[in-house]
C-alpha cells in the first residue's frame, strides 16, 4: 500500500517518529507465549527477542522482529480472564490529552495512561461503540520497524454498527491522520454485517501482510489455528480473517 506520510516511516520502516493518530503498533495477549513464538515464528518467518529496555528484562513480553526490525510485541495475560486478543495502538504524542479528548466526546479509558519501561506510554481506550484500541506516546521505542510488507502490519479495519458515528469520532479524534493533505491512512471502518454475525460486539482486526492468502490460511490452520471470514475481495486487497492456536484474531491480506 502507499505509505502513510503522517508518520516518519519509510515503505518498508526506517525509525522515526508517527503523526497523531497514526497506527504505529500492535500486541497479542497470550496465554502460552511459547506456543504463540512457536506459531507466528512458521506464519510470517518472526524471531522474537526482550524488548530494548533493561527496566523491562523480567516483564515477560517479547518483541517480534521481521529481518531484524520490531514489527509486534507478544506479551502474556496476566489474568486469565483477560481476553487473547490484538491491539492496535495509534500514536499520541499528547497521550492525556487524547484520552481527554476521547472522554469528551464520547469514548471510554480501560487502562489510564501508564509507562511501558523507558520505551513509552501507553493507555487503552474505547470508542462511543465499545470497540478497545491502544493509544502509544513514544519514549525510547516509536513504534513498527517496519510495515506494509509480508508479515508486517499493513491495516487496521473496524468493524462497527453505526459507521456514522464512528467516522465523526475518528475524523474528529485522529483528523490529519485520516483526511489531512497528506493522509494515507491505513486504517478503515466497516459495518460489522459486511463479514461477521450482526450481533458481534464492534472490534478492530489487526491486517498483517502476506504474499498468497490462500497458501497462509492454509498455514494458519495446518498450525492449529482457525478460518473466522475469507478469503474475501475488500477495497484493499484480498483478507481473511483467522484466529491463531490460542483463539486471538487477525487478519491476513494480499495486496
Known sequence: MAENRASGYGEGGAAGAFGEGVPCWVDAQLGDLDAGKRFYGELFGWTFTEPDDPGMAHGGALWALK???????????????MPTVWTV???APDIRRTTGRIIAVGGQVVMAPFPVGRLGTAALVTDPEGAVFGLWQAGRHAGFGARHTPSTFVWAELYARDIETV?????????EALFGP???????????SDVFPAEMPPHF?????????AVAVRTVVRLGGRVQAGPFPTSYGVAAVVSDNQGASFALLQR
Open 89 to 91: 495502538y495509534f500514536a
Open 182 to 192: 497528506d493522509a494515507r491512512p491505513d486504517f478503515g471502518r466497516a459495518p460489522v
Open 167 to 175: 467516522n465523526s469520532f475518528y475524523g474528529g479524534l485522529f483528523h
Open 205 to 213: 482486526v489487526v491486517h498483517f501482510g502476506v504474499e498468497d492468502c
Open 67 to 81: 529481518d531484524g526490525r520490531p514489527v509486534a510485541a507478544l506479551t502474556p495475560k496476566s489474568d486469565g480472564r
